[in-house]
């Protein structure tokens, strides 16, 4: 297939990138390098720099590409930001993802797959979290990658889109060959920072709330090795057929807490990790980990990182080998 790929210079969007092109497709990415980097994009893809919002260039690019499929991964994903400036969350994510929609239609290319998120879902009512629970989103966020979900199932039975909402857990890890990893500019993300710290690039991880109704205290969630999440966009876009709108939940079924990871961490790095609890950050839910089985009926998947320690030791090797990520970004 020729694939359209949107955000592919992002964390996720690389190492996707990467298996479409192992297994054979092609790939043009389409990206504005304002989060993400060049480095991380595969030098067998054409890059394109542009912005979804610049509908002249996004309407040339389809027009020209001749394009059986669209993999979607730009979007912003800060769910503090989100909540300070909900208005950027909702021009990037939902009215970038309707000109990237019109502009399909335009040129009749109607196989779509789409970053959606567990955050969809807001607080579950219990874990692990099926596909059947109410999607209640409790920030900016969520909710424009879940307006995303609304569009694309109009869209299906409008003029035939097929899609698939992907909806991630939290992706972690790094491409097992080094090459590629994780760097956002600032971190958030709890494993990239913990290895700042073994790295002595930061003198100790906070632990966000230590109060919570889990095991040990502190957040569950679900790390998916991203190598794992780019098996799912594969198996996805080869199977989608147009008209239908797919969604699943997409995770490891295995929830390990901040404190766990923090210790998996120490083992795979030999450091002592100093950990300081602290208050808890808005909006987190205490625990969020997927039943995938959906996703592992229906697609034939199965995740190949299962064990947090092999995770981490991915994202090791790549923290270790590019102290500074990708360098001066783009
Ligand atoms: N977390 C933490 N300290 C940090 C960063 C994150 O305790 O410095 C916790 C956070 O509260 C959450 C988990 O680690 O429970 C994963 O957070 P991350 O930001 O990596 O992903 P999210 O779950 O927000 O998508």
Redesign the pocket.
């Known amino acids: 297939m020729r694939v359209f790929v949107t955000g592919a210079a992002g964390y996720v969007g690389s190492h996707c990138l990467r298996g479409l092109l192992d297994d054979g497709h092609e790939a043009v990415v389409y990206d504005h390098l304002s989060t993400g980097h060049r480095g991380a994009v595969d030098e067998r893809a054409e890059l394109i720099e542009g912005d979804l919002a610049d509908a002249t260039l996004l309407r040339a690019t389809l027009e020209r590409g001749h394009f059986d499929a669209v993999m979607h991964f730009a979007a912003s994903a800060e769910?503090g930001e989100s909540v300070h400036d909900p208005l950027h969350y909702y021009r990037n994510n939902v009215a970038n993802t309707l000109s990237l929609l019109e502009a399909m239609r335009e040129f009749a290319i109607r196989r779509l797959v789409f970053s959606s998120t567990c955050?969809t879902y807001g607080v579950p009512p219990t874990v692990p979290i099926t596909e059947e629970m109410p999607q209640a989103p409790i920030n900016p966020y969520g909710r424009t990658k879940l307006a995303i979900e609304w569009m694309l199932r109009d869209c299906a039975t409008a003029w035939g889109l097929g899609s698939t909402a992907l909806r991630y857990f939290?992706a972690a890890g790094a491409a097992a060959d080094g090459t590629i990893g994780e760097h956002h500019d600032p971190e958030?993300?709890?494993?990239p920072?913990v290895l700042q710290v073994a790295l002595g690039q930061r003198d100790a991880?906070?632990?966000?709330?230590v109060d919570y109704p889990t095991p040990d205290g502190?957040?569950v969630?679900d790390y998916i090795h991203v190598e794992d999440l780019a098996t799912v966009h594969r198996l996805a876009i080869e199977s989608q057929s147009e008209g239908q709108f797919r969604y699943y939940n997409v995770g490891t079924g295995e929830g390990v807490s901040?404190k766990e990871?923090i210790e998996a961490s120490r083992e795979v790095t030999g450091h002592a990790i100093p950990a300081l609890p602290t208050a808890?950050?808005e909006g987190?839910p205490p625990q969020?980990y997927a039943d995938p089985t959906k996703l592992m009926t229906e697609l034939g998947w199965k995740p190949i990182y299962t064990d947090i320690r092999r995770t981490v030791e991915t994202a090791w090797a790549w923290h270790q080998s590019h102290p500074s990520g990708f360098g001066a970004s783009a």
């Open positions: 769910v955050a939290n958030s993300h709890l494993i920072l991880i906070k632990i966000f709330g502190s957040c969630r901040v990871t808890r950050r987190d969020l």
